[in-house]
């Protein structure tokens, strides 16, 4: 079983930064891909940023200018770096791995990470 978890979220003030962690309990280059999610409130689950196989990145348009996406050496942990962030970056970040098992794509969503951005 794949485990996801992520962690680092928390209060920041506008403006600031954060890094947010998706710990992955297979290498990720193993993975067909790791997305971050977030959703605020009763919101829609909205895409983020995420890493594809072979390494391209993806970052959404209403954030490309701020975030960026990364993995780590040990190729085990996604990172998503939020520099410059505003209020309405506040939600829960969530973070999916996707992966084939012989032609079976597989899922798993970790639990989430709360980001407040406030003054």
């Known amino acids: 079983q794949v485990q996801v978890v992520e962690s680092g979220g928390g209060l920041v003030q506008p403006g600031g930064s954060l890094r947010l962690t998706c710990a992955i309990s297979?290498?990720?280059?193993?993975?067909?891909?790791v997305n971050w999610y977030r959703q605020a409130g009763s919101l829609r689950r909205e895409f983020v940023a995420g890493i594809q196989w072979g390494g391209s990145t993806n970052v959404a348009d209403s954030v490309k200018d701020r975030f960026s996406v990364s993995v780590d050496k040990s190729d085990t942990s996604v990172f998503l770096q939020m520099n410059s962030v505003k209020p309405e970056d506040t939600g829960v970040y969530l973070c999916n791995a996707l992966w084939y098992e012989g032609d079976t794509q597989w899922d798993r969503w970790g639990q989430g990470t709360q980001v407040t951005v406030s003054s």
């Open positions: 297979r290498s990720i280059s193993s993975m067909n891909a």
